[in-house]
């Protein structure tokens, strides 16, 4: 009696050995297996093998789980026939500087919805470096005439910034307004004095944050003018400027301009006037009077019998007509109208 009930039981755990043996054998399928991830700056990509196929597996579901989110943040899908994810339906954008745990589930029809099936696996892996955002504007704390105080904060991203540069320059507010050369500081914290400025003067500063993959693009501007220095200031100028004074230029004077333009409108007008009245003297003045007979006997000259002039007589006459006669001018005297031609043409 003791024998078979030994036996019975020595059955009964044979039975319960093969059944788990038959369950593991069954559970042994649509494994996915050999999984291989490949970071990049902003993707981890994989690959992976699916050993004991059933034929069930339609496509896998890629899941990127960022650490301590417990959640996915990104996932894709990839159809059986492939076993990379070079084959996703959608490329996710990681972030970088971040650990991600991969997860590859084998998914099979249950009806009309997909269900899981087989067995996933898991891997995890960082993102690699990569250069920062742009961050915001940096913030002016303080400002005096010939130094700045600035504050900004560290750009949205999970890799160490190594450093930042403040880039400024700027353009004077006096004098020929003259443009300051690009300058650059360095700073390992999210803070910084610049000094050496020059005093009233417009500035604009962007800060560049730096990892080890890099620079980053800069921030938006912010621009800030420093003070007046003091007293002395006035007289005595920076020595990187070219101008003779520090205040700014004072604006045209527009009534000034109009009364010189009329001024200037008036002499010429005088000018004109001069000139055409000057014209119309000289052609009135160098016109030869129209010479008369005179019948004076004092005037009239001796004549030989053949009607010649004599030589002694013929220098103080000339002959001229009129109408048709001819008489003689006496030229003892010069006419007056050559004196007043005479000084028009020296004037």
């Not at 996932?75 to 026939?81: K, T």
Request: glycine fraction near 6%.
């Amino acid at each position: 009696m003791v024998e078979l009930s030994r036996s019975l039981v020595y059955l009964g755990c044979l039975l319960v050995s093969s059944t788990l043996q038959i369950q593991t054998v069954r559970a042994a399928k649509d494994v996915v297996s050999q999984l291989k991830l490949y970071p990049q700056k902003t993707m981890i990509d994989a690959t992976w093998e699916l050993q004991e196929p059933t034929g069930e597996v339609i496509r896998y579901l890629v899941s990127w789980i960022p650490d301590g989110v417990g959640v996915a943040t990104a996932s894709c899908y990839v159809n059986s026939s492939a076993t990379s994810t070079s084959a996703c339906d959608v490329y996710p954008t990681l972030d970088s500087c971040t650990l991600y745990t991969v997860t590859v589930q084998p998914k099979a029809l249950g009806g009309s919805t997909q269900i899981n099936t087989g067995t996933p696996a898991s891997a995890a892996a960082y993102t690699l470096q990569d250069v920062p955002p742009a961050g915001s504007p940096p913030e002016v704390s303080s400002v005096a005439s010939r130094s700045v105080t600035l504050t900004w904060t560290k750009p949205a991203t999970k890799c160490e910034v190594v450093n930042y540069t403040v880039v400024y320059s700027g353009q004077v507010m006096w004098g020929n307004h003259a443009t300051l050369e690009v300058n650059s500081a360095y700073s390992k914290t999210t803070t910084i004095n610049i000094a050496g400025l020059t005093p009233y003067s417009n500035y604009s500063f962007s800060v560049v944050a730096a990892t080890a993959a890099g620079k980053g693009e800069p921030s938006l501007p912010t621009y800030c003018v420093t003070q007046e220095d003091d007293d002395n200031f006035r007289k005595n100028l920076n020595n990187d400027s070219t101008s003779t004074s520090s205040f700014p230029p004072s604006e045209p004077n527009i009534g000034l301009i109009v009364g010189m333009l009329v001024g200037i409108s008036l002499f010429l007008m005088v000018l004109g006037l001069l000139i055409y009245f000057r014209r119309q003297i000289g052609a009135s003045c160098c016109k030869e009077a129209p010479a008369k007979h005179i019948e004076s006997p004092s005037n009239k000259i001796e004549r030989d019998t053949a009607g010649n002039i004599p030589l002694a007589d013929q220098r103080y006459t000339q002959m001229s007509s009129d109408a048709g006669s001819q008489y003689e001018i006496p030229l003892l005297t010069p006419p007056p109208q050559l004196k007043i031609c005479f000084m028009y043409i020296l004037y």
